[in-house]
């Protein structure tokens, strides 16, 4: 590795929202005590707390950092992305002209679009931080519908541009094995590396959570203290089973008192939930979290199984897994039989008497808070950034 080698990175989730702040930021601070000097483009939602846009500036220039800020559109659909792309692509441009870029490091297909014409027009090296099939995952939840011909065309040209970008990348980042093996089977010889998303185990560490705030955020709250506390955790709908979920709780429910604390920054739609009463809503901050794990007495994901989902990470099982959370989730995404342990218990199907096999083994569960050794493992922060810096390394050599 060359003394300093400068790294572009695109995103075009903001480092204000919860995914910047978890799976974006840890790494490349880390990385950026490993030689490595970031330059990153992101797009900022409107009215972001200032609180929160002060913090991650802040940790931006502790750490060297410089952080270029776009306004991320949304409205009108498609027009308002092929306007921030316009844009990224411009400031690119500009960057690549100041600085020596070495690597361009672009998360998930929209950013790579302006990656691999950067590639091609100033020879740097293009990382495919892919997150994921994109186009396969917009359609199988319901966000593309292919019979709208619009639809329709851009799907096929994304599955047209990410052939470029598995074939044309300096090296592609999968997030599990599962989805690494079906890309080789379309004959892909460009380098994978499985990093899955990762948890900061200095955050989510059971030891620095008080019993006193744990205690407060229940009164907070008004829960008892003999009620079971079923959790769930992260985006609402989607590719989320809610109604599983939902149903899964009715029949927790049934067994013992129980509340169901969905921590989410989505709007939830409980209109027709007979149990909507024992059902609290909640947002928190990133430093709130291992607090509402703690509260928990389980927790829940389900997520739904396809072909897309072959190449998911969900960022929650790590961080409910750190924190010594027995967690419920079903088979068929990523590569979470893998997952299965003494606190992660894979159910085969979601049907009536899986469920409640489930939910026998979930509740007759003595609750121990015991944190597996997590330090080596795969889904360690620590570990995800070693993989990253291999990866800078082997491409710059």
């Avoid at 692509?89 to 600085?99: L, P, T």
């Avoid at 519908?145 to 300096?170: G, V």
């Avoid at 989505?266 to 709130?288: M, P, Q, T, W």
């Avoid at 889904?379 to 993989?387: P, R, T």
Wanted: hydrophobic share 40%.
């Amino acid at each position: 590795m060359a003394l300093i080698d400068r790294v572009l990175y695109l995103s075009h989730d903001g480092l204000t929202d919860p995914l910047g702040q978890s799976q974006i930021l840890p790494y490349i601070i880390g990385l950026s005590t490993k030689g490595f000097q970031f330059t990153i483009i992101t797009f900022e939602k409107e009215n972001i707390d200032p609180e929160r846009m002060n913090l991650v500036t802040r940790i931006c220039k502790q750490n060297n950092i410089t952080w270029i800020q776009l306004q991320y559109h949304k409205r009108p659909p498609v027009l308002a992305t092929l306007y921030d792309l316009w844009r990224l692509n411009k400031m690119v441009d500009e960057v690549i002209k100041k600085n020596k870029i070495s690597i361009l490091h672009c998360r998930s297909y929209p950013t790579s679009l302006v990656g691999l014409t950067a590639k091609r027009n100033w020879g740097v090296k293009f990382v495919f931080d892919m997150r994921g099939f994109w186009a396969d995952e917009r359609v199988e939840g319901g966000l593309w519908n292919l019979r709208n011909p619009l639809y329709r065309m851009i799907y096929h040209y994304f599955k047209k541009k990410e052939s470029e970008f598995l074939k044309e990348a300096d090296h592609i980042i999968s997030l599990t094995q599962n989805a690494k093996a079906e890309i080789k089977s379309w004959g892909i010889k460009t380098p994978i590396t499985v990093i899955p998303t990762c948890v900061d185990l200095e955050l989510f560490d059971l030891k620095k959570v008080s019993i006193e705030e744990i205690q407060r955020l229940r009164s907070e709250l008004k829960i008892q203290e003999d009620d079971f506390v079923l959790l769930y955790l992260g985006s609402w709908g989607t590719w989320y089973l809610t109604q599983e979920m939902l149903r899964f709780f009715s029949l927790v429910r049934t067994r013992v008192n129980a509340k169901f604390l969905v921590v989410t920054t989505d709007d939830v739609d409980l209109n027709g939930y007979e149990y909507a009463g024992d059902v609290i809503l909640r947002s928190a901050k990133r430093n709130e979290v291992p607090i509402y794990i703690m509260l928990a007495s389980a927790a829940v994901a389900f997520i739904k199984p396809s072909f897309s989902k072959k190449a998911s990470s969900a960022t929650k099982i790590g961080e409910l897994m750190a924190m010594g959370t027995f967690t419920i989730t079903n088979k068929g995404w990523g590569d979470v039989e893998q997952l299965s342990s003494e606190n992660i218990l894979v159910l085969s199907d979601l049907s009536l008497d899986t469920m409640i096999s489930g939910i026998t083994k979930m509740l007759t569960r003595k609750k121990t808070n015991a944190r597996p050794n997590m330090n080596a493992h795969p889904l360690s922060l620590a570990n995800g950034v070693l993989k990253y810096q291999e990866v800078y390394q082997q491409i710059v050599r």
